[in-house]
């Protein structure tokens, strides 16, 4: 028997059009979406379904439409597949995704989650209007080569590694100046760079007060111990207990993301079976990347 993991994207997975397939045939879908409106007091299916770009891409925005996404995915799964959702045995999320992956495991219900989502956007979002920021994906260089691009860049402002997402594939997170600095030293060697369309300097520490006003928030709700381990973005190990996790998620607002660790660790575990549920198909590119060889089948919003 395989052993089976599922993975939820983050931010950027978003696309006009996810999630009205599924709500189309799948009425549990369909009452997610609806169940999200009043939640969010806007209609999350109208801005997935039909955008427009420029708000659906706003973190604000993004953060729920990827969660609610993601979660009208797994029906999906459930409805085709049962036995496979009940064989899984852990479960990861990269940023965002890992309030998709704690709801899936039981630990957070869907209320509880899209509120928390709905408040982590707009501390996010309001940290990032404070100070301007934002990320670029480096392509083709070693960590410890973009660590000294960051050292060397930092006069401008502060940078540094916020997401380690597969070999070869880095993303940096700092102020404007320090951004366009970095991208002329890496490319000077030889790397690719892409600016992303975000909003801000996620995961590092210019996202401060972020931190503070999501812990406000996840102090409000109840975090169940999961049924099955979720794998945290801070430390990429597993976790199951719930103070535990509710401090892990805080840090992950201003701490670097682990992914490329995560995958690594999934698989010196035993994992040998993946699923990607929701938007895009970003993470099985990255998983790809660490390991060819590796099964992972995509369920997609």
Known sequence: MPRIAFLFPGQGAQSIGMGQTLCDRLPAARRLFDEAATILGYDLAQLCFH???ERLNSTVVSQPAIFVSSLAALESLKETEPATVEACEATAGLSLGEYTALVFAGA????????????????????????????????GLEPEQVEELCAAVRPHGWIQIANRLCPGNLVVSGTQAACEAIIGLAEAQGARTVRLTVAGAFHTPLMKPAD????????????????????????????????????????????????????????????DRFYEIGPGRVLAGLLKRVQRRVECQNVTA
């Open 212 to 271: 503070e006003r999501l812990a406000a928030a996840l102090a409000g709700v109840e975090i169940h111990k999961p049924r099955i381990p979720v794998w945290s973005n801070v430390d990429a190990q597993p976790h199951t207990d719930p103070a535990e996790i509710r401090s892990l998620l805080v840090q992950q607002v201003v701490q670097p993301v682990l992914w490329e660790q995560i995958l690594r660790n999934l698989l010196a575990a035993g994992i």
């Open 108 to 139: 957070l219900s869907f209320a509880d989650g899209l509120r928390v989502v709905q408040q982590r956007g707009e501390a996010m979002q309001a940290a990032s209007d404070a100070q301007p920021s934002g990320m670029v994906s480096i392509l």
């Open 51 to 53: 955008g427009p770009a």
